[in-house]
């Protein structure tokens, strides 16, 4: 089950807030279930009003970031009959994609492709898993790199990229656009969000594993592609 929740700043009243973000969650509803064509995915539309703010609602930036959308689900379990009678080496290449280390805070911190999967459409989800490999809490914020305050890419992981070096193409993380209050348009990144700011992301506890995701615009034809996520080394992913 996909869950999709959308959220409003407390500027108005419940009249107002809470059909304002059931209709936000009924947006982005729409643009994901035309991106998904596995029958077997159901989802479910919700708004929370301004019932659950993430930011302080006194100032604008604190309201601007509480009108948001999530977007969460369970990362589906892949079994088949022949595999799960016997463990075997193909299983164990499942769990293990490639991989690459760094530092943070002194600490070790590795990041490991666990998907790159071609959907119909002319898209590709990516994803990855970060930990810190350490014995020491760690600050990790390199998964957004945004300078502007105002930026949407301060809530997500958008430090991410695909390239295909053949054709000369690099991908970065796709992007909803969804009505704004008082007209114009909002732009939520199709990928993990995030705090932002660093007094307000969370550490990276000791032996701590967090999992990410992000939906990319992909040629349908790709086989291999380069990944580059923050300042880990590029990796270079088959696609599934």
Not at 7 to 24: F, K, Q
Not at 74 to 84: K, N, S, Y
Not at 107 to 117: A, F, H, K, N
Not at 137 to 166: C, G, I, P
């Amino acid at each position: 089950m996909v869950k999709v929740e959308g959220h409003a700043d407390s500027s108005g009243t419940d009249v107002i807030n809470e059909p304002l973000s059931t209709s936000r969650a009924r947006t982005v509803q729409r643009a994901l279930s035309a991106l998904v064509s596995r029958p077997d995915v159901g989802f479910e539309a919700r708004g929370y009003g301004s019932r659950r703010p993430l930011y302080s609602n006194d100032s604008e930036e604190g309201r601007r970031r509480n009108r948001r959308v999530t977007v969460t689900f369970a990362r589906p379990q892949r079994v088949e009959t022949e595999q799960a009678a016997t463990p075997s080496a193909s299983i164990a290449s499942e769990r293990n994609g490639p991989k690459s280390t760094g530092k943070a805070d002194g600490q070790p911190i590795s990041m490991e492709v666990t998907g790159l999967r071609g959907l119909p459409g002319g898209l590709g989800l990516l994803t990855y898993r970060i930990a810190n490999e350490g014995d020491g809490e760690a600050w990790f914020n390199e998964l957004h790199h945004a300078r502007d305050w105002m930026s949407f890419r301060y809530q997500a992981a958008t430090n991410v990229t695909l390239t295909d070096v053949k054709a000369g193409r690099r991908y970065l993380p796709g992007r909803f656009q969804v009505p704004a209050d008082g007209g114009g348009i909002d732009s939520y990144c199709a990928c993990s969000g995030l705090s932002g700011v660093r007094s307000s992301t969370e550490k990276f506890r000791p032996g701590q594993v967090r999992e990410f995701w992000g939906l990319f615009a992909l040629p349908e034809d790709s086989a291999t592609l380069n990944v580059g996520i923050a300042g880990f080394r590029e990796l270079r992913v088959p696609v599934r």
